[in-house]
């Protein structure tokens, strides 16, 4: 009964408030020009240095679901949950370089979204429309995603009722809330919040990793526990070291997630609203400091087996949620003062980077579709209240994803979504440094590597769903003797390459035309205070364009 919670509860909600409260102050902070422009509302000014970006990027990439998902994953699967760590790791080498450049030309072009960075390079409104829809589709369930963590802490709060309505009202109210501050201030709101939400965050892993060991016998009997429970399980892969069945999986899972990661558009935006390249670089070489920090969260999983923790029941009759693991731990083995305010942590998680996947989905329909097709003379202005408008809608689907779709249904889409914006990698990702693709090939490979994985997903059954129920895909379907899987995304990309470099071949051995890029050479190494250029400032090397290396 929430009774039993009324401490936690009150604490819950008055930093909630808080929060809120900033984000609506959030529109005066750092004196915009004029919130109505998608350059100030979109990306907070493109003005944002490195304590900012540092914060808003970890508060974006390290969400509520991640800090309840990852120790379920532990508690469930074992050292198979532990993928998230290297993969957030791996990445930032990866992409030390190369959002540089991709920050430094869309400074100098004014791109707000990647699609409008393929659309200038490739010359192909057609792929940019690809790239669009592939990004709101791939952002929406991880919207949703966010209220699994709000949800599973106002079930361990007893906040639940008996009818839908009441069972989700909590998150309605919340959204509502998100959606009013984000519609006023843009990506300011999250900006100025992640500092709460990220405090709170450090501080109550800290404790609880240092606390939770002492008072259950030390680390040793902690991975005693885990042992012991997962010599017991039926399930093959489980267990808290690694076996010869699902270390391909691990290894593709972490590589193809790494990939993933920096090509969600909500990723995207934290970077190109930072004020120059040296705060990215800065910021990719900080930003590991998170993924300790996951590991530590990541810890908790086999925490909660030696507590005994047992999972609340699930939506479905005969399941059980394990995302509320986390919060029964705390609630269990902490004072309801610090359990409200670990509460508080996870909640406020959810709203940071709900709000900038929801901005950063509005202003990819807001310039690829709604200014490329529907309306080509739309003002700044109009532009801006487009995308204020369409984060509001994307709100109101994230929530009812989760009202209306059971919750375990949306884990499985988030691993979809990773499948989905690993095609946009050839045209986004490598169209940074070479333009080698032709706009056709990338066009071909993303039918190609999209149809191939929507093919292995569905493919992919599980005791409660016989269809696209994971991103594990059986290697014995493609015919091999032996009980390994693989990431759906690593094969789908890899086909998608291929078809792409096949048609591209093809198509230049044609001679169809592959369009200007609109970018020079100069574009990719701009950095503060270098003027920005317009299409008409271009004429010249439109007509002649430098290849970029």
Not at 15 to 33: D, I, Y
Not at 46 to 73: E, S
Request: overall charge neutral.
């Amino acid at each position: 009964m929430w009774r039993d919670h009324l401490t936690e509860i009150i604490i819950f909600s008055l930093l909630f408030l808080l929060v809120s409260g900033m984000g609506f102050v959030a529109a005066r902070w750092r004196a915009p020009k004029d919130m109505a422009h998608l350059d100030e509302w979109g990306l907070g000014g493109r003005n944002f240095g490195g304590w900012i970006t540092w914060f808003l990027v970890g508060g974006d990439l390290y969400t509520a679901y991640t800090f309840v998902a990852v120790p379920a994953l532990v508690f469930g699967a074992g050292a198979m949950g532990f993928f998230a760590v290297p993969y957030t790791i791996v990445i930032y080498p990866l992409v030390f370089l190369v959002l540089a450049r991709l920050w430094s030309v869309s400074h100098r072009h004014g791109f707000v979204t990647p699609a409008d960075f393929v659309r200038s390079r490739f010359d192909s409104p057609v792929l940019a429309l690809v790239i669009a829809i592939t990004g709101i589709v791939a952002t929406m369930p991880y919207i949703a995603l966010q209220l699994v963590g709000i949800e599973a802490v106002l079930k361990a709060m007893g906040v639940t009722g008996e009818s839908t309505l009441a069972r989700h009202l909590p998150i309605i109210v919340a959204f509502a809330i998100l959606a009013a501050y984000t519609y006023q201030s843009g990506l300011r709101a999250p900006a100025l919040i992640a500092f709460v939400k990220d405090s709170l965050i450090y501080i109550v892993i800290l404790v609880a990793i240092i606390y939770l060991p002492y008072k259950l016998g030390g680390w040793g009997d902690i991975f005693a526990a885990a042992d012991a429970k997962f010599d017991a399980s039926p399930a093959p892969g489980d267990g808290v070291l690694l076996n010869a069945n699902n270390q391909l999986q691990y290894v593709t899972l972490a590589f193809g997630s790494a990939l993933a990661l920096f090509l969600y558009p909500h990723s995207l935006t934290g970077v190109l609203a930072s004020r120059n390249r040296d705060v990215i670089k800065r910021n990719m070489s900080a930003l590991p400091a998170y993924s300790l920090l996951l590991g530590l969260i990541a810890l908790l999983g086999y925490m909660a087996i030696a507590a005994d923790v047992t999972p609340l029941p699930g939506a479905s009759e005969g399941t059980v949620d394990s995302n509320t693991v986390v919060p029964l731990l705390f609630d269990q083995q902490f004072p309801s003062w610090f359990t409200g305010i670990a509460y508080a942590a996870i909640g406020i998680g959810a709203l940071v980077p709900a709000a900038i996947m929801s901005i950063a989905a509005a202003n990819l329909f807001t310039r690829n579709i709604y200014k490329e097709y529907l309306r080509r003379d739309a003002t700044a202005a109009q532009e801006a209240n487009v995308s204020k408008i369409t984060s509001l809608v994307v709100k109101i689907g994230a929530v009812a994803c989760i009202v209306f779709l059971d919750p375990q249904f949306s884990i499985d889409l988030q691993l979809i979504g990773g499948v989905i914006i690993l095609q946009t990698l050839p045209a986004v990702a490598l169209g940074i440094y070479t333009r080698w693709f032709h706009r056709g090939g990338l066009v071909a490979g993303w039918v190609a590597g999209m149809g191939l994985g929507m093919w292995m997903l569905y493919q992919i059954s599980s005791p409660t769903r016989k269809h696209f129920a994971g991103s594990a895909f059986p290697l014995e379907k493609f015919g091999f003797d032996t009980q390994k899987t693989i990431y759906v995304g690593i094969v789908a990309v890899l086909a998608n390459l291929l078809v792409a470099a096949v048609v591209t071949l093809a198509l230049r051995a044609a001679k169809v035309a592959e369009g200007v890029d609109g970018t020079a050479q100069e574009d990719y190494f701009a950095d503060e205070g270098d003027p920005r250029v317009t299409p008409g400032d271009r004429a010249g090397a439109d007509a002649a364009p430098e290849p970029v290396a």
